[in-house]
Structure formats: C-alpha cells, structure tokens
C-alpha cells in the first residue's frame, strides 16, 4: 500500500515545474515567486503571452529568462498538452488555467466545460505518479453556506456552471489520486486580490472607479468576502505543493470576513476620504457570505502575512503605477 503521508513533504528549491495559467494573475506571481525564491525551471502554459507587459519586475523575470520557457497552447487541445509533458519530466505541475469568470462561464458553458473540465483531464491524464499536481479550484463549489466558516468538508452544493466545471475538475483529480495512485492536491480558494488583476472583479473594478473616475459605487454593501492578498496565496499554494498530503483539499482563505461596505471604506480612506461611496442596494448573485476555515492549511505552516488593508494599499500603488488602460 502506498503511503501518501510520507509521499507528502516534497521540495521546491531547483524544481521542474509546471504553471498552466502561466499568463493570469495568480499564475504569473506565482512563476514569478517559482523564479525568484526557489530557483526552479518554469515551463509556462496559457493561451494568452503575459499581459500586464507593463509591469517591470515581471516582464524582466519572464523575458529573457533562460530557467522560464512559455509554451501557448490551448489546453483542451489533448494533443498539445502531450506534447509539453512528452518533452518535459516535472516535479510540480500547477494547474491554474481556467475559464476563471463565472459569468463567462454562464454565457458560453460549452467553453467552460472544454478548459476546465477537458482541459483538467488532460493534465491529470498526462502528469505521471512521479509528480505532484496542484489544482486550483474555488470556493464557489460550497455554494451557499450551511455554516460558517467554510471547512473542506462543507458538502459542494454549488450550481453554476464554474461551481460545477471545478466539481468536475476535482472529482477529476481525486479519480486519478484513488484509482491511478497519481499525487494531487486539490486547492480551494477564495478571493484573492492584489498586483496583476485585471477585468471585472470588485477590487480592480472599484480600484478603477476610485483613481479613474473619483467615485465608488457598489451594487451591495452587505455580501462578505474572505480576501487574501496575492503574496499570501502564491505562499499558500507553495505550501500545499511541498507540505499538503495527496488526494487532500486545502481551503486558501484568511479566515477573516470583510463586508463589501467595509472594502469600499478602507478604499475610500487610502485614495481620498472625501470620496462618495454610493450603495445601490441591489440584488447580488452568489452567495451573502463567503469566509474560509482555514486550520488545514494553518496546520501545513501557512500564517497570513499581509493585512488586508496593506494589500489594498500595495495594489492600489500597482495600479497607479501600471497604465490603468490595462486594468479594465
Ligand atoms: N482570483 C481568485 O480570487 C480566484 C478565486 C477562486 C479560484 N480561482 C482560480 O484560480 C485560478 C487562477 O485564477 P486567476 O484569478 O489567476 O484567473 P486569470 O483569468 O487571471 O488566469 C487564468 C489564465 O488561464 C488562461 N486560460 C484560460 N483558458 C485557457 C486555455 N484553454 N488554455 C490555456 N490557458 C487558458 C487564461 O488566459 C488566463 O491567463 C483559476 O483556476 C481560477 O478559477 C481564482
């Protein structure tokens, strides 16, 4: 029998390793961080190059760099997939790409189901025993919340099609890790926030309104949110890569609730104080409130280092300092 436990302490430093996603935010900081502080070789996926090109520090780790090599493809093409594994043997394989927007999801399942669920079978299917994957899935799979905080055993209640496409990419995952005795973790995050967000989620978009156009306008002051700032995630996805145990899930979240009216304060108070914030008091999709229990990943070793209204500050200053024409 084969025992995951001792399976599970695995080290980074030198590392071949795999980031699909290599282009997003997460992923991007987290080849970034692969680079700077464990000197591993980075194979990179995605179907888009690096796009917030203006930022300095990332442009000069990901260009130019001998131990990180971009490969873009589209990881629902089987074939291609192969391809990289048949040309690379990986250590760590970090499986981040996604259709990430929910809502894009809901308008075009057919997409959603082809990158996150086909896409997801195509690196389980080709990442061997020898390497251990992480997949990122969401805290959109709990649904709506029968208690609080969330643990990992909170029954996956969610519906929408991303909610579904990361059930389907877990059960994926736990299939290869019972039946194929393939090393996985399976990672479920919350929100995270912070330098290289783009599109429309509530902290660029409200950053945006606040620098670009001296207002803040949030459709619901009441939801809570459990946000992590980025330095604290690609930590806490490290950390399960080299001490979480195979076929395991590990919530990433601060554990700590923040009210959409108390984000929407402390951004106000960090860009002008005077600033008007207006409340529309609609109707919002989703779930009222989202906060992680976050022992199994605090027993691993993770501790948040980064307070949430220091990693609002860290990223309004990316924002400025980066051409906010990128960031809408
Ligand atoms: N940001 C969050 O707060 C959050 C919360 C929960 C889960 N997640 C998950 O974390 C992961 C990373 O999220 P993110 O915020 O960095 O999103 P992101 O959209 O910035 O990054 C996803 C990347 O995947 C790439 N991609 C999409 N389809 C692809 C395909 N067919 N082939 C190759 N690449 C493809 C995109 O081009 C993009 O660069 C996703 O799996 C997402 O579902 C993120």
Redesign the pocket.
């Known amino acids: 029998m084969i025992c995951y436990q001792q399976m599970a302490r695995k080290d980074l430093r030198g590392a071949k390793v795999l980031v699909?996603?290599?282009?997003?935010?997460?992923?991007?900081n987290l080849c970034t961080r692969l680079l700077s502080e464990f000197g591993c070789s980075v194979v990179g996926?995605?179907?888009?190059t690096p796009?917030f090109a203006k930022d300095d520090d990332l442009q000069s780790l990901l260009t130019g760099n001998e131990s990180f090599s971009f490969n873009q493809?589209?990881?629902?093409?089987g074939k291609e997939v192969e391809d990289v594994f048949k040309q690379n043997d990986f250590d760590f394989i970090f499986?981040?790409?996604?259709?990430?927007?929910p809502r894009t999801c809901k308008q075009d399942f057919g997409l959603a189901f082809?990158?996150?669920v086909v896409?997801t079978k195509n690196m389980v299917e080709s990442s061997d025993k020898g390497s251990r994957l992480v997949f990122?899935?969401?805290?959109?799979v709990y649904g709506n919340p029968l208690k609080l905080p969330l643990s990992e055993a909170h029954p996956r209640n969610g519906n929408d099609p991303?909610s579904i496409s990361?059930i389907m990419g877990e059960d994926l995952c736990l299939c290869f890790f019972n039946n194929y005795e393939h090393d996985i973790c399976i990672a479920?995050?919350?929100?995270?926030?912070g330098d290289?967000?783009?599109?429309d989620?509530i902290i660029p978009t409200l950053i945006k309104q606040a620098v670009m156009e001296h207002k803040i306008e949030i459709w619901n002051s009441k939801p809570i949110r459990d946000f992590?700032y980025i330095e604290d995630?690609v930590s806490a996805i490290v950390t399960i890569a080299q001490q979480g145990s195979a076929g395991e899930v590990y919530n990433?979240g601060t554990g700590k609730g923040t009210t959409i009216g108390s984000l929407a304060s402390t951004l106000r108070n960090a860009v002008d104080q005077k600033m008007i914030v207006n409340d529309m008091e609609k109707q919002v999709l989703g779930s009222s409130e989202l906060v992680a229990d976050s022992r199994k990943l605090a027993s691993l070793g993770w501790r948040v280092q980064v307070r949430f209204e220091d990693g609002l500050r860290k990223t309004i200053e990316w924002f400025n300092h980066t051409n906010p024409v990128v960031a809408n």
């Open positions: 699909t996603g290599s282009s997003g935010f997460i992923g991007s996926i995605d179907f888009i796009k493809i589209d990881i629902s093409n499986h981040l790409a996604a259709l990430a927007n082809n990158v996150n896409g990122m899935s969401s805290a959109a991303y990361k479920r995050n919350f929100n995270t926030f290289g967000q783009i599109g989620y992590m995630a990433i």
